[in-house]
């Protein structure tokens, strides 16, 4: 696994990219110049690891663009330490963002082809992270209640289960919507309230039911 001059430069060309998209937060700008993305797309695709644009990988899935990873993650307001739950692994990508930020991380993913290659990535780059091959729409209500849950994928409705899954004070990010997505925030605010917030529209590929 490379990690050659010329991505390191693109890299930090992605990055002030994201930051005069609005990306602020400056652990997190630093975390995507210090991740490869190359490492998680098909090398056919290599050309174009670090433009901000979403990537098929296999399954028919997609690396989510650069700009949606780190608006999904700022929302999230990730510190030190906190419990994430992320639903739909995918490339892996997102998750090792989470991780280089100082989260525990666990993921699912429900393609079993993904979530084998994915996990045999974290275990090549020595990346220390929780998978689970499942459906997303259960949650992981063994390691629950979380800090934060992040849906990689277009939600038509808020699951449940990932409700009742989050601490009070903890943090939901979902994009919700049918062919258009409206990246949306969620704030526990106790047993029963909660606060929403929209923050712009995305595409995403669809979240399903059931394992594949």
């Known amino acids: 696994m490379v990690d050659s001059l010329r991505d390191k430069g693109l890299r930090k060309q992605m990055v002030e990219d994201l930051q ?46 650069p700009y949606t990873v780190a608006i999904q993650t700022q929302l999230l307001e990730v510190v030190k330490n906190k419990r994430i739950l992320e639903i739909g692994t995918g490339s892996g990508y997102q998750a090792v963002i989470l991780k280089k930020l100082g989260a525990y991380v666990y993921t699912i993913e429900r393609h079993i082809y993904i979530y084998e290659a994915t996990k045999k990535l974290f275990e090549k780059m020595d990346i220390n992270i929780a998978t689970k091959y499942g459906d997303g729409y259960l949650g992981w209500s063994e390691f629950a209640p979380f800090d934060g849950i992040v849906i990689t994928c277009g939600a038509a409705e808020v699951p449940q289960k990932l409700l009742s899954q989050l601490k009070v ?44």
């Open 20 to 65: 005069k998209k609005g990306i602020v937060d400056t652990h997190l700008l630093n975390v995507f110049n210090e991740v490869p993305r190359h490492f998680f797309i098909p090398s056919s695709l290599y050309g174009h690891a670090y433009e901000d644009m979403a990537l098929p990988i296999a399954c028919k899935q997609t690396i989510s663009q």
């Open 169 to 212: 004070g903890g943090i939901l990010v979902v994009p919700l919507g049918e062919s258009v997505q409206v990246m949306t925030k969620i704030v526990r605010l106790s047993e029963t309230e909660y606060k929403t917030t929209e923050h712009g529209t995305f595409r995403f590929v669809p979240m399903l039911q059931d394992k594949e």
